[in-house]
């Protein structure tokens, strides 16, 4: 366990934890609603600081994020514990609870590790990373130092104060922007979605290489005014943001039937009247990956599945034929 860093103290031993917007208040002995943060005799302490429940060499697509190296490969790993409570969780096994088995590691080990698979980087996924706030940023600071990046895939759902520490030093993120309707937020999320599109606006502005990703579920998040608005809102920010817009499957404790690949393929062309890269994902190998290039419509990036193919980019990440920049670090 370690110290953890964003609390205020209550008087009598009670705590408010202060890293996310929920602000939990929690009791001595007791934990807040991500299992992660325990209050041990008027201290918190992050509980799965360093504990490892997945490790792999992942492609990069798989976080998704279409680009940031396209075609690279990275060393994943995950923790347990989630801030969320989503009925539809894809990784419940790990964000509900702390598994059994588990792997430990310091920053410094991770980051061996990581030169030891000859990754360029450390993906903090799987479950929600913003729960292991303190171990992500002294793993990142490590790897940083040894020219290793950090990138995360995280809902988003985040305090401000702790976000400005970790834009620092996180050079990508895959953001979750579950839906656009505030209700679906409040009834199925169970936090205001305007925290998120803070992170999302924070760390775009902090230079941060940000896609974003809506997991889309028939009947509940699936209005095309809604994405509409959704397109327009991250257009504002830039219209170079990547969207992946991916297919649901029932998990955990949501049995609405997984979602047509025709919703997803219509919201996609809702989304492109406002954004230049759209993806449909869990769909499947299809053109539906690929990146083609805003400008003159050249194939920049082939996508089958995870089989990548970078066509038609220079080193600076332009279209090698018309020369638009195309938005992607390579
Ligand atoms: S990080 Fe966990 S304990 Fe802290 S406020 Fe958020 S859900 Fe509660």
New binding site residues.
């Given amino acids: 366990m370690k110290q953890a860093v964003y609390f205020e103290e209550l008087g009598n031993d009670v705590l408010e934890?202060?890293?996310?917007p929920?602000?939990?208040k929690?009791e001595p002995g007791r934990?807040?609603?991500?299992l992660?943060?325990k209050n041990l005799r008027g201290m918190l302490y992050s509980s799965n600081y360093g504990e490892l429940t997945s490790i792999a060499v992942d492609p990069i697509e798989k976080k998704p994020l279409y680009h940031f190296y396209p075609g690279s490969e990275i060393l994943s790993v995950g923790s347990w514990g989630c801030?969320l409570l989503c009925q539809f969780c894809q990784n419940w096994e790990i964000s509900k609870s702390r598994p059994r088995i588990i792997r430990r590691v310091d920053p410094e080990q991770l980051v061996e590790i990581s030169q030891e698979n000859n990754s360029f980087g450390i993906a903090f996924t799987y479950n929600e990373p913003?729960?292991s706030f303190e171990f992500l940023l002294d793993t990142s600071r490590a790897a940083s130092k040894e020219g290793i990046i950090s990138l995360m895939v995280t809902n988003g759902v985040i305090e401000e104060e702790p976000l400005e520490l970790l834009v620092q030093s996180v050079r990508a993120m895959n953001i979750d922007l579950k839906g656009w309707s505030d209700d679906f937020y409040r009834s199925y999320i169970g936090v205001e979605k305007k925290y998120v599109q803070r992170t999302i606006e924070k760390s775009f502005a902090a230079g941060v290489h940000v896609e974003i990703t809506t997991l889309v579920i028939p009947g509940l998040n699936d209005s095309k005014d809604d994405m509409d608005q959704q397109a327009r809102w991250i257009a504002s920010l830039s219209e170079d943001i990547p969207l992946h817009l991916t297919r649901y499957f029932p998990n955990y404790k949501m049995e609405v039937p997984p979602t047509p690949p025709e919703t997803i393929f219509s919201l996609c062309e809702v989304a492109r009247q406002h954004l230049n890269y759209v993806y449909a994902g869990n769909i499947g190998a299809s053109e539906a990956g690929d990146t083609r290039c805003p400008e003159c419509g050249e194939l920049l990036v082939k996508r089958r599945g995870y089989s990548v193919t970078v066509e038609r980019l220079d080193s600076e990440g332009r279209c090698s034929n018309c020369g638009r920049n195309a938005a992607i670090i390579v």
């Avoid at 934990?31 to 991500?34: D, F, R, V, Y």
Wanted: proline share 0%; hydrophobic share 30%.
């Fill in positions: 934890c202060r890293l996310c929920h602000h939990c929690i934990s807040g609603l991500c992660s943060r801030n913003i729960v």
